[in-house]
């Protein structure tokens, strides 16, 4: 697998997730990650309809090519749309909509626009994004019999150099660790301080497999962002329901305990397990990155860990930083 940093930076929010992003901003946060060593930088045509894409590429250029990993996602394919209202989930105009579409022509077509985009004549790494949200059965099977065969001729060629799965659901993703050769999945939420169900089988699978496994969404969405919990706080893209809420807030208080924050043991924890090479999290702004980065600098007690086990709020067989 190809050297990744611990820490990389997920282009979500360069693509206006949830709210625009300056063209300041955004080109801030890029430069901020370059100068924390993070080498690793992720996008996708979802984000903001290729606005995330274009803002990652223009932000990167002029930097040694050789010395960083870009990854991008297919499985989406962009077509012109005349909408004039703005997008679901980015804060973009809805110049185009989204098609599904796990061909192996698609995954070429997809590939091939984004690169466009980011104004390189490569990636590195290349996922099959978002397979567990397809709701068509016939689609979703065209992933493994089509999609997947499209991305591992492309790494045969030496058009890319890694290739993977970047999904939310680690049952989907143990799928394809267990009956196809991906090189890395990225793994959204699912192994998280607050949810540790990927450890059961889909960890130790990438552990045996030599599967490198990037951990994103760390955070939850948010839940896990701050040491006060807001009420508002979202959870799996969504407002975070109660019991999530009181969970965030019992282990953020064991945190403060040990002289810790929220945010700093969620950022560590999932780098405890052997399969896991690094965590992937979005940023707004510079401000943003360096407070990803201080948090996971920061050094964090042994008993920490173990009070979180004691209480339950963590799994007893979770391996820790």
């Known amino acids: 697998m190809i050297p990744l940093s611990r820490l990389g930076l997920g282009g979500g929010p360069l693509g206006n997730l949830y709210a625009e992003v300056s063209e300041e901003d955004a080109l801030g946060a890029v430069e901020a990650a370059w100068a924390a060593g993070v080498r690793y930088f992720d996008t996708s045509p979802h984000y903001g309809l290729g606005l995330s894409e274009r803002r990652l590429g223009a932000a990167l250029t002029g930097r040694p090519r050789s010395e960083f990993v870009l990854s991008t996602k297919v499985g989406r394919v962009l077509e012109p749309a005349s909408g004039t209202g703005v997008d679901t989930g980015f804060a973009v105009p809805s110049t185009h909509r989204r098609v599904w579409d796990f061909s192996a022509d698609g995954v070429r077509r997809s590939l091939e626009s984004s690169l466009e985009r980011l104004g390189v004549d490569r990636v590195d790494v290349l996922y099959l994004h978002d397979v567990d949200l397809v709701e068509d059965p016939v689609e979703r099977e065209r992933a493994f019999a ?100 009181a969970r965030a807030r019992a282990i953020a208080e064991v945190c403060r305990r040990h002289g810790a924050t929220l945010p700093q043991a969620a950022i560590r924890f999932p780098l405890g397990h052997p399969a896991v090479v690094g965590v992937v999290v979005g940023a707004r702004s510079a401000e943003e990155v360096a407070q990803n980065a201080a948090a996971l600098a920061a050094h964090l007690p042994a008993a920490l860990w173990a009070d979180l086990r004691d209480a339950g709020l963590l799994d007893a067989a979770a391996p820790v930083p």
């Open 146 to 245: 089509e999609g997947w065969p499209a991305l591992v001729e492309l790494r045969a060629r030496g058009v890319v150099r890694a290739v993977g799965v970047g999904v939310n659901d680690w049952r989907v993703a143990e799928r394809f660790v267990r009956e196809a050769d991906p090189d890395v999945v990225m793994l959204a939420g699912r192994y998280t301080l607050l949810e540790q169900g990927a450890l059961a089988s889909f960890l130790p699978a990438c552990a045996e497999r030599g599967v490198a496994v990037v951990a994103a969404g760390v955070f939850n969405s948010g839940v896990l962002a701050r040491q006060v919990v807001p009420d508002d706080a979202k959870y799996h893209y969504a407002d975070a329901p109660p019991d999530v809420l």
